[in-house]
């Protein structure tokens, strides 16, 4: 199963971007999908998360009502829409997908998916 992540980049403070994470070699629609944070010298979070039927779950301190994750089955990616980017949101952004009854694997200090992709790296400036 392979996963890569698009979209990031160096932005202004305020404004948006949005990552892509596109998924191959699954059956896309029974993937349970996350994105992750990697902040320079702290540990990997889990941000946001979209389940098979399309709920999802948001790590509120950190999100704060500015992202919205989505999925497109049919082209097997999943989105991260990021608005109102601040300084501390800069970091690696990193995709992970599992799927029901999957064992959770580690990627550096990243935990809670099956499957990871290697990233991609956000930078806001203030």
């Known amino acids: 199963v392979q996963l890569v992540e698009s979209g990031g980049g160096s932005v202004s403070a305020g404004r948006s971007l949005r990552l892509s994470c596109t998924v191959n070699g699954y059956a896309f629609e029974k993937l349970r999908l996350a994105w992750y944070r990697q902040s320079p010298g702290l540990d990997c979070t889990d941000i946001a998360k979209?389940?098979?039927?399309?709920?999802?779950?948001y790590r509120t301190y950190v999100v704060q009502g500015r992202f919205a994750i989505s999925r497109d089955d049919s082209r097997s990616t999943v989105y991260l829409q990021m608005n109102d980017l601040r300084p501390e949101d800069s970091g690696i952004y990193r995709c992970?997908?599992?799927?029901?009854?999957?064992?959770?694997?580690?990627?550096?200090?990243?935990?809670?998916?099956?499957?990871w992709g290697k990233g991609t790296t956000v930078t806001i400036s203030s």
């Open positions: 992970g997908a599992d799927f029901f009854g999957s064992q959770y694997t580690t990627s550096g200090t990243c935990t809670g998916s099956t499957y």
């Open positions: 979209i389940f098979t039927g399309g709920d999802t779950w």
